[in-house]
């Protein structure tokens, strides 16, 4: 059994992943396996993705999983940011080695390396590059299935242009392009804007981000995209002649997301009978389960038109399964697909047969939809597919709206925050402010979300309040 | 300039590798950038190998990259194999850890102590999962792009059976599958067949193998499959109940490709004036290049003409380009895609706009294929790149069948060996006589190609025969 949603958030997710068949330990602590059923949705988004960025302009490369640590010490608060979790290779064979190299916590530094190799003259800009490849952070807290592991897998963006508007402008169309996705693939609902100083990525000038709220009112981040100036272009020295035959550095952006966002999309959809998928990321997106018992049901009617229909389905291009296997009753299936989280369940019985009408459950909310076998069209269950998919959507966005409170008042707010509830309030955006609030209740500022807050004094401090933020406890 | 490929094929494919922009060296040795050019050739033969394993109900997982040293060292033969190849990570941040952990340089140590967690029952077999991921291996002999780097892209596939002929046939079967791709996709000829003793996998009861030969006459081994037999299954402890209750060891295979694949692919193909790619791998099949030198030629007919042809041959689903940038002549871009191993060329003059006919070059002989423009169909542009993927097969298989002598003489198989030539010869198959012949001419045998030898005698010992090998210099 699978504990509590509403009780445990954390005590159900770690169940639920493992029951689900989406993850397992390794032999190593804070590493997990990838398992198939896991890893074919991080495939799927990775197609949308790629069809998206390519439009931009991007292309995709390899770089060393190694990086030098003279290298990495580059960007001052680069390495600052990340040396705590770095795994460092020391040694190769039983040879100690000349110099210590990072297993790749990111990897700006060695990408910009070659890119100040790369670049001489405007004619080679914009470069857009991406990787799709795994990182090592060693996490130092207590990891968790995809939303904190000590490696992950994950694609990381890197540009570079002549100017710091164009630079500023693919940093922000880059958080457009995860909205886009996140919204339409994943069916998750979040807050976009940019992080304060003190949460913002280690080298950048402004990080912009997509912040997600858990039932349990804790923040995800799920996306992120950072406008870096020539913060690194200086560091390393990306130089081009531009057209008046001037030597500029490069101004760059970074962009990223992760299995994290798998991680988000399961707590943001599931319940206790199991995982909730969308259905456009779902591995198998419709299940037939034949009503039979025995051998000799084998030839009833009821298998006979479940074929039909599985036929039907798979040539209209959806992913589908039939489940005609004997070892297990249909009731016993049923739980075990509500568990795997199969958007649309079809069960074939005598009435059915009769009937010539199926009934399609859904997944997500139990509702059913019933249609005529003959009716049956790409069109319907495409609709279907399009329906839920923004069904799912309004509903966790609902939900999140129902957790996320507007806060005027200062004592209040700090409650709130203390009670892990996420608030939207005016804030000063300065950096004791929020270290003061950290030390306080444990929460941060998530998101800033505009600049032109309604109150004009900060809720915690009182200062000139300058910005809208979301803050919460980070998940 | 490419050095000479006939005088000098390593320093020709040294220089070839970065002129086509395929890679670039990084800043850490021995490790390569995979640029998009390249990147972009693995992904279609991703894709095209992911459909064929599919079919066989291998399913993609992702396992750590970091393997505890005690669990790399359960399988005897396995760890003495890998040991000096493997980096280390000994710390993470500033922490000294408990235990060293290898970077993965194959998988089977971390995945199989999960095999054995999860398969209980003949009911869970077979099992059979793949990974796409990046090894290291620090190799001590100098290093090459894509053919020996210390880290590369590749796939290994780990499947566990209820029965060594089960296994033994899987093992045979996904040799079956890369035979095919790489025909088909890749045009490379090969040797099919097993390693002996002394080259095969540590820790295999047999390893499969595919071996082509290049120009110089070395030997490349460009994909393998290993029947483990229980020799994993042992050190993991991996059982399962069968059928009569009893425990039974599991029977393994792993089998792997990696991106060495393109580069034995670049060396059989290419020739002086760059690459030569098969069309159906090339990120870009057509080039069209309007006759065109300045602003006022941009009103002209040609152009026109180059647009209309571009939209055909997009609209059939091929990649094409259509190069009409003023800043290069036609013929520095003649070069240039040359250079890039762009399959076909179409050039647009006046010439082909009062005739409707246009001429198309094929880069790998420089024939030449004239059409009406108007007769310009998908089915035509199809059988023109089927009929150059057979060709160039066919091309690459009578170079080879040039190179390969069959020889009785013992003292001209030594003599040829020691001249860089591969033989095929009646052998003994024992370790002591490879030895030998290693050490006396730095040659091996590269693949075990039957166990019905021509001659009674091994053309080396004159022990008795007991297989036909080929032996080679390995590249």
Redesign the interface.
């Known amino acids: 059994m699978i504990p509590n949603k509403e009780k445990d958030l954390s005590a159900w997710y770690i169940e639920l992943v493992q029951q689900a068949d989406l993850m397992?330990y390794?032999?190593?602590k804070g590493?997990?396996?990838?398992?198939?059923y896991l890893?074919?949705m991080w495939?799927k988004y990775k197609s949308s993705l790629e069809a998206e960025i390519r439009k931009e302009g991007v292309?995709?490369?390899?770089?060393?999983?190694?990086?030098?640590e003279s290298?990495l010490k580059k960007e001052v608060e680069h390495i600052e940011g990340f040396?705590?979790?770095?795994?460092?290779?020391?040694?190769?064979?039983?040879k100690k080695l000349e110099e210590r190299?990072a297993?790749r916590p990111t990897s700006e530094t060695?990408m910009y390396?070659?890119y100040s190799?790369?670049i001489h003259s405007y004619k080679d800009l914009p470069l857009k590059?991406n990787q799709w490849?795994?990182m090592?952070r060693?996490e130092?807290k207590e990891t968790r299935f995809l939303l904190r592991q000590r490696?992950n897998?994950w694609q990381e963006g890197h540009s570079a242009f002549k100017t710091a508007e164009e630079a500023d402008k693919d940093a922000r169309k880059m958080l457009e392009i995860y909205s886009k996705i996140i919204k339409d693939l994943l069916a998750i609902p979040f807050f976009a804007g940019r992080k304060s100083e003190s949460e913002k990525f280690a080298g950048a000038v402004t990080s912009y981000t997509l912040e997600t709220i858990f039932d349990n009112g804790y923040a995800a981040q799920i996306a992120t995209s950072h406008y870096l100036g020539q913060n690194f272009s200086k560091a390393f020295d990306i130089k081009f002649l531009n057209e008046n035959n001037q030597w500029e550095y490069v101004y760059q952006t970074s962009w990223g997301t992760s299995t994290r966002l798998l991680g988000a999309m399961i707590i943001i959809h599931s319940d206790n009978n199991g995982l909730i998928l969308p259905p456009k990321i779902a591995p198998i997106q419709f299940v037939i389960i034949p009503i039979i018992y025995s051998e000799e049901d084998k030839s009833l009617k009821s298998l006979e038109l479940s074929k039909l229909i599985f036929e039907k389905i798979k040539s209209f291009g959806f992913s589908c399964k039939l489940d005609d296997s004997l070892e297990k009753t249909p009731g016993w299936k049923y739980n075990e697909y509500e568990l795997k989280g199969i958007p649309f369940r079809i069960s074939v019985g005598e009435k059915e047969v009769l009937s010539r009408e199926i009934s399609i459950k859904r997944r997500f909310d139990g509702k059913i939809f019933n249609i005529k076998v003959d009716e049956l069209s790409k069109e319907f269950l495409q609709e279907l597919i399009e329906k839920t998919q923004t069904e799912m959507y309004e509903k966790a966005q609902a939900k999140i709206n129902k957790l996320v409170q507007k806060v005027k008042d200062s004592n209040l707010a700090i409650d709130l925050l203390k009670l892990n509830k996420p608030i939207i309030v005016s804030w000063c955006n300065e950096m004791e402010c929020e270290k003061h609030i950290k030390d306080l209740t444990g929460a941060t500022s998530r998101v800033i979300l505009d600049d032109s807050p309604e109150e004009k004094v900060c809720v915690f401090c009182g200062n000139k309040a300058r910005v809208t933020a979301l803050f919460a406890k980070s998940f």
Chains 1, 2 share one sequence.
């Open positions: 397992d390794s032999a190593i590493f997990y396996i990838y398992k198939p890893y074919d495939e292309q995709d490369a390899y770089f060393p999983i190694l990086i030098p290298l040396t705590p979790e770095v795994a460092w290779v020391e040694r190769a064979g039983d190299y297993v060695i390396y070659s190799k790369w590059l490849n795994n090592v060693w130092t490696e897998l």
